[in-house]
Every structure is written in structure tokens, then in C-alpha cells.
Nanobody
Framework: QVQLVESGGGLVQPGGSLRLSCVAS????????MSWFRQAPGKERELVAR????????NYADSVKGRFTISRDGAKNTVFLQMNSLRPEDTAVYYC?????????????????WGQGTQVTVSS
């Protein structure tokens, strides 16, 4: 069973920084595209940043370009979201997402998985 566990959320003042981490487990190897989404109260969940496997190309929501950076450590099955120059409107629950193929046991599978979310609050 693939599991995603996020950490690193918290309360930060405007202009501050946070680094979120997401550790994936439950498989031997994968070609997951890893993403961070967020959902603010009363709003729909939105894509924040995405990084592919292999070429590790990235894309970002316009609202976070130049402030957030997504990266991954393949050896540790971990994806990071470095968030700088945080604004109150960045306040949300941030979710890690894994989508793609993975090998577990003796078989290949495809699936999409979500973490439990981590709260980020930007406030003075």
C-alpha cells in the first residue's frame, strides 16, 4: 500500500519561509509524478507545483512562481516544497500527491495517492 506522509507545516509570519516534505513508501520503485496541492477554507483544491520523474521537469501555479520551489530526492522517495516570501493568501492545507506507475511485490501497478495534508498558516 502506497503511503504519503507530509511534514513541515506551521505558523509563519508574512515574508517568512517554510519547507514541506513528503515521504512516499510502500513500493520498491516508482515513476511517480509528484505534486503539491493546497486547499484553503471555502475554496477548491488547487495545484501548487509538480515535478516529474526521470527528467524532473517542473511546473508551478502562477501565484507561486518565483517564490516556491519543488524538488525531489529519488533515493529517499521524498519530495520537498520550499516556500519563500509567504503571503497570507498562501494559508491552506497542503497535500502531497503521487501519480503514476510503481512496482510492489512482483507486480506493476498504476495509481494516484494523497497524503493526509499539513496546515500552513501565514499570519502576523
Amino acid at each position: 500500500q502506497v503511503q504519503l506522509v507530509e511534514s513541515g507545516g506551521g505558523l509563519v509570519q508574512p515574508g517568512g519561509s517554510l519547507r514541506l516534505s513528503c515521504v512516499a513508501s510502500g513500493f520498491t520503485y516508482s515513476s511517480f509524478t509528484m505534486s503539491w496541492f493546497r486547499q484553503a477554507p471555502g475554496k477548491e483544491r488547487e495545484l501548487v507545483a509538480r515535478i516529474t520523474s526521470g527528467t524532473t521537469s517542473t511546473n508551478y501555479a502562477d501565484s507561486v512562481k518565483g517564490r516556491f520551489t519543488i524538488s525531489r530526492d529519488g533515493a529517499k522517495n521524498t519530495v520537498f516544497l520550499q516556500m519563500n516570501s509567504l503571503r497570507p493568501e498562501d494559508t491552506a492545507v497542503y497535500y502531497c500527491n503521487a501519480d503514476g506507475d510503481y512496482y510492489s511485490g512482483r507486480s506493476y501497478y498504476s495509481g494516484e495517492f494523497w497524503g493526509q495534508g499539513t496546515q500552513v498558516t501565514v499570519s502576523s
